[in-house]
Each structure stands twice: as C-alpha cells, then as structure tokens.
C-alpha cells in the first residue's frame, strides 16, 4: 500500500512537467525530447528510490511472515543494497536464536513429557482457571480419572461419572476419597493422605509461573515400603528412648516407694493410714505409666510372624466366645453374618489374634461411643477363590462424623483417652502377613473393616 501511494505521488509530480514541456516546447522539437528524455529519468529515479526506501520494509514483512508461520529455520536473502546488511543480519540472528530456543524447549519437553510418563508419582498441573492441564499415567491409575484435561478436581468429588470405564464401585469411592482430600490441599503444604483400602501417600501442593501468571501442581507419592520402614524406624527409635526414660524413673521411684512404707509404723495411726494410702497411689500411678508405655514398646518389639497352618474361624470363634459376656451386657449383638468353609492359611495365630481383637474392640466401643441400646458386631467370612475376606461390620457408623483416613496414622486417635496404637498395631500384623485391608462405611449406618488374606 505505501508503494502505491508513493508512486502515485511521484507519477503526481511528474504529469504537469509533461504538461508543461507539451504546451511549451512544441515549436522546438529538439528541446521538448530533452526535456521529454530527463522526465522520464527523473521518473525513473524517483520510482527506483521509491523502491529502494521501501526494501527495509519488505524485509520487515517477510520476517513478520516467519515469525507467525513460526518458520524459524528460514533465512532471509541476501540484500542487493550494502545499507540493509545490519537490518537482515539483525533478522537472521534474532532467527537463529529462535530457531534454537524453540529446539532446545521442544528437548526439554519432550524429556519432561517421558519423565512424567515415566515416574511413578501422580502428577496434576492446572491451568490460569483452576481446571486440569496436565496428568500423566500415574495420575490417571491412581485416581481413576477418564480424560481429566479441562475439568476442575471439583468435577470429580460428587457422586456423578468421569471414571475410567471399567473401574468398579469401590474403585470409584477410592478416586472421589482421594480427590476430595487432594481439593482441599492447601497451597505450599505437604500432608499424608489415606485411601480407603488404607495405603498411603505424600501429597504436595505448589505452584509456578507462566507468562507472570502462577499456575498450581499437584504431586502425589505412594509411601513406598522403603518410606514406610524409615519411617517405622523414627518413632521406634523415639519410642525406645521414651520406655527406657520412662522404665528407669519408674524402676527407681517404685523402689524408693516400697522403702518409704517402711516409715509408716513410726507415725501416729491417723498419720500413718493417709501416708500409706498416698505411697500406694503413687505407686499405682507408676504402675499405670509403666504399662501405658509397655503398650507402644509392644508395637516396636513385635515379632517376626511365624507363619503356620491356622483355621482362620476357630481363631475368630475364640475371640468371639472372650468378648460374648461382654456384648452380652451392652446390648450388643455379636456373631458370624456368613461364614464360608476356607482352608487352613500360613498365618501367625497369636498376632492375627491380637489384631482381630483389636478390630472387634474397636467395633464394640464405636458402638457405645454412639449410644446405640442394640447394637450389632457381624463377622464374615468369604472364600473369593484367590482370597479370603473377613469383614468386621458394626452398627456404631464411627466414619459418619469423621473420615477414616488419618486413623492408621501413628499415634492419631479419636477416642478420649486414646494413644492412636491400636490401629497402628493392626496395621503392622497385617502388612507383615501380606494382608490387604479397607475401613470404609458400608451399608447405611455402618462401619466395614474388611481384611484379605492371600489364599493359599
């Protein structure tokens, strides 16, 4: 467009000077060609100058043309005039390193692209707009999300779809759990989470930014056994030092009590019976501590399990037939619901024990905790071919006021006057049996606490 207006300009210019030399010079032929002869020079020049102030902008338009075609392996010609090599130098120097920044963030990109493919941490990044960009394969396995790209976390916390087809009931109550806990992560904080079939995992939430506009990720991370057993070792270690502190004071007090009670028949029979009575509260309280302790050593200083041919029910019939007197005077109903004939499995009879113990006792307080005249325990026992299942199922609905999550987490409990030990140390038996367990409500009003044991 601008050489248009310039050579209408120009051809302006001129037309009057061939007016002119027309109405002027028609009696002197000579003079009206010479002067018709260096019009038409100087139109000439003017167009050639015109052209030559326009070349920079014809290099400006076809470095514009590469750079929105992102052609960036291009170069510009050389130009036929010495004044515009700096201009085209600049160009193809500003091309050139375009050319290799574009290739060095498509290396790094892909390099990026294969190594969250291939990490096994759950990677989500999201867009300005809160709604997911971003999630490798980890990510889509772990929570079970089908296409999650453009959709917020929020899409999936409700009960509706967006699952993986294939993925069963429990499979999607897991996803909606941890997506629900992965929402509510806040920025710059790292939490352990639980799933409902109790494995747990590191979770990160922070941020970065694009174009000088921050974007938010999300890192997830199964505790590993390696993770698992460093951190086993961390509060054995503390748990140790705690009981030998503890075990010595009470050793030492305890025996300076039982001297001082030697003092008693020399006061007067008033004095005598209240400092007696004092000596022996002390010496309960110290008792009381002393067994407190033992009930943590006893999750540090468990056995190997010494696997043997056991009949899961006759384990399960003798807990039963211990804790029947009790229910009996709670109200509580206890017994089996379904129990399946399975044969004997390698177990370690004495630790199973304790746990289902545990597990029963816990049903039978989230009971009564929940003031429930008639409650009910049932117990089932399913052969499901590769394994077995037996499930602790109560009335109590303990996970109706509180998630089921963090009670596997050391030393966490809910219960007043808890040490947060006894699902540590079922968790413990289980995992050394190679034992898969869930906590997760289930029928309406009640709590599951279903445990597979490897057949076989």
């Excluded at 060609?33 to 019009?39: D, Q, S, T």
């Excluded at 009981?243 to 003092?263: K, M, P, R």
């Excluded at 007696?276 to 399990?305: H, Y």
Aim: contains cysteine.
């Amino acid at each position: 467009m601008m050489r248009i207006r310039l050579g209408t300009y120009v051809v302006a210019l001129h037309l009057p000077l061939f007016g002119c030399a027309a109405l002027l010079l028609p009696a002197r032929p000579l003079w009206f060609v010479g002067a018709e002869g260096l019009l038409l020079a100087s139109l000439a020049l003017g167009w050639w100058l015109v052209r030559q102030a326009l070349e920079p902008l014809g290099y400006t338009r076809r470095f514009h043309d590469l750079l929105q075609d992102q052609q960036y392996a291009n170069r510009l010609a050389a130009p036929a005039s010495s004044e515009l090599d700096d201009l085209v130098g600049t160009f193809n120097t500003m091309l050139a390193a375009l050319h290799r920044e574009r290739l060095a963030i498509g290396e790094q990109q892909g390099f990026l692209d294969r190594l969250l493919e291939a990490t096994p941490a759950a990677v989500l990044v999201f867009d300005f707009d809160g709604a997911i960009s971003l999630a490798n394969a980890s990510a889509g396995a772990l929570l079970g999300l089908d296409h999650p790209q453009g959709k917020p976390l929020s899409a999936w916390a409700g009960a509706g779809g967006g699952f993986a087809p294939g993925l069963d009931a429990r499979g999607r109550a897991r996803g909606r759990e941890l997506v629900g806990q992965l929402d509510a992560l806040p920025l710059g904080e790292s939490r352990l989470l639980t799933d409902l079939d109790g494995r747990r995992y590191r979770a990160q939430r922070g941020q970065f930014y694009d174009r000088g506009f921050a974007r938010h990720f999300l890192m997830v991370e199964e505790l590993t056994a390696e993770l698992e057993d460093s951190e086993r070792a961390t509060y054995e270690r503390l748990i140790r030092v705690l009981a030998h502190e503890v075990n010595n004071t009470v050793a030492a007090t305890g025996s300076v009590l039982d001297s001082l009670l030697f003092y008693r028949g020399q006061l007067a029979e008033p004095d005598a019976g209240d400092f007696a009575t004092a000596i022996v509260a002390v010496k309960r309280r110290n008792a009381s501590l002393g067994e407190f302790i033992d009930r943590f050593t006893k999750v540090v200083k468990m056995p190997p399990p010494e696997p043997r041919p056991t009949d899961l029910k006759a384990v399960v019939d003798d807990i039963l037939w211990l804790n029947r007197e009790q229910c009996n005077s709670r109200g509580i109903a206890l017994g089996w619901h379904r129990c399946d004939t399975v044969a004997p499995l390698a177990l370690d009879a004495q630790l199973i024990e304790q746990a289902l113990m545990n597990i029963v006792k816990n049903a039978m307080e989230a009971i009564e905790a929940a003031g429930q005249a008639h409650g009910t325990v049932r117990l089932e026992l399913a052969d499901e071919g590769r394994r077995v299942r037996l499930s602790v199922v109560d009335s109590g609905n303990l996970l109706a006021t509180g998630p089921a999550r963090p009670l596997f987490t050391p030393f966490f409990t809910t219960r007043k006057g808890g040490q947060g030990i006894g699902l540590m140390f079922v968790r413990e038996v289980l995992q050394r049996h190679g034992c898969t367990y869930s906590l997760a409500p289930g029928a309406p009003g009640e709590t599951r606490f279903d445990i597979w044991f490897p057949a076989g």
